[in-house]
């Protein structure tokens, strides 16, 4: 068991977390501030800046790293997989299941990452570690299309990028029901990696 220090610390990092998220949801990725964070997080500007020292990029970096390895326990499940389809169709789920919560965050994390930045620099390393990561666990599945691991993971973060720009579509103008939408999305997956 986990000491109570711990256990309270990261209970209060995951509440600002879910209070930046549910900020960007309802406000818009630029329309609140560090300050509007504690009464939302039930904390004080002390306990955000404590645990998030650069204020607003500290914490999408976390949200960033959060999502990362929720979507990397859903890889690990996939290693049981014997199909690209197999081994993508859990992650396509979660990402449709919460794409509408964190879409506007990634938004807003690319707007607050100014191009050759530190946090910019520190974003894109994170991604294409995890695109990596992706990568090296598709090659080995039967069918996917002989690539060097640098290349499966570029298309692994375009296939991520086309996935989350399909689905902010469908959440703003229904053109799919929910089956057809998922099969269109699979059609990009099979595209980006199979023969």
């Given at each position: 068991?986990?000491?109570?220090?711990?256990?309270?610390?990261?209970?209060?990092?995951?509440?600002?977390?879910?209070?930046?998220?549910?900020?960007?949801?309802?406000?818009?990725?630029?329309?609140?501030?560090?300050?509007?964070?504690?009464?939302?997080?039930?904390?004080?500007?002390?306990?955000?800046?404590?645990?998030?020292?650069?204020?607003?990029?500290?914490?999408?970096?976390?949200?960033?790293?959060?999502?990362?390895?929720?979507?990397?326990?859903?890889?690990?499940?996939g290693r049981e997989a014997t199909s690209l389809e197999a081994y993508?169709?859990?992650?396509?789920?979660?990402?449709?299941?919460?794409?509408?919560?964190?879409?506007?965050?990634?938004?807003?994390?690319?707007?607050?990452?100014?191009?050759?930045?530190?946090?910019?620099?520190?974003?894109?390393?994170?991604?294409?570690?995890?695109?990596?990561?992706?990568a090296v666990e598709i090659s080995a599945l039967p069918g996917v299309?002989?690539?060097?691991?640098?290349?499966?993971?570029?298309?692994?973060?375009?296939?991520?990028?086309?996935?989350?720009?399909?689905?902010?579509?469908?959440?703003?103008?229904?053109?799919?029901?929910?089956?057809?939408?998922?099969?269109?999305?699979?059609?990009?997956?099979?595209?980006?990696?199979?023969?």
């Amino acid at each position: 068991m986990a000491p109570k220090f711990r256990r309270d610390k990261q209970r209060k990092i995951d509440e600002i977390l879910d209070a930046v998220v549910k900020l960007t949801h309802e406000k818009g990725p630029n329309n609140f501030s560090i300050n509007d964070i504690p009464e939302e997080a039930d904390v004080s500007i002390g306990t955000v800046y404590r645990y998030f020292p650069r204020g607003k990029e500290d914490i999408l970096k976390q949200i960033l790293l959060r999502n990362i390895e929720r979507l990397k326990g859903l890889i690990r499940t996939g290693r049981e997989a014997t199909s690209l389809e197999a081994y993508w169709r859990p992650i396509l789920h979660n990402m449709m299941e919460v794409g509408d919560r964190y879409s506007e965050v990634s938004d807003m994390m690319i707007e607050a990452a100014p191009p050759d930045s530190q946090f910019y620099n520190e974003i894109a390393a994170d991604l294409m570690g995890f695109y990596m990561e992706l990568a090296v666990e598709i090659s080995a599945l039967p069918g996917v299309i002989d690539l060097p691991a640098e290349k499966l993971a570029q298309r692994a973060g375009l296939g991520f990028n086309l996935m989350k720009k399909v689905l902010q579509a469908q959440g703003k103008v229904k053109m799919f029901d929910e089956r057809s939408l998922e099969e269109y999305i699979m059609e990009i997956v099979r595209a980006s990696f199979s023969h």
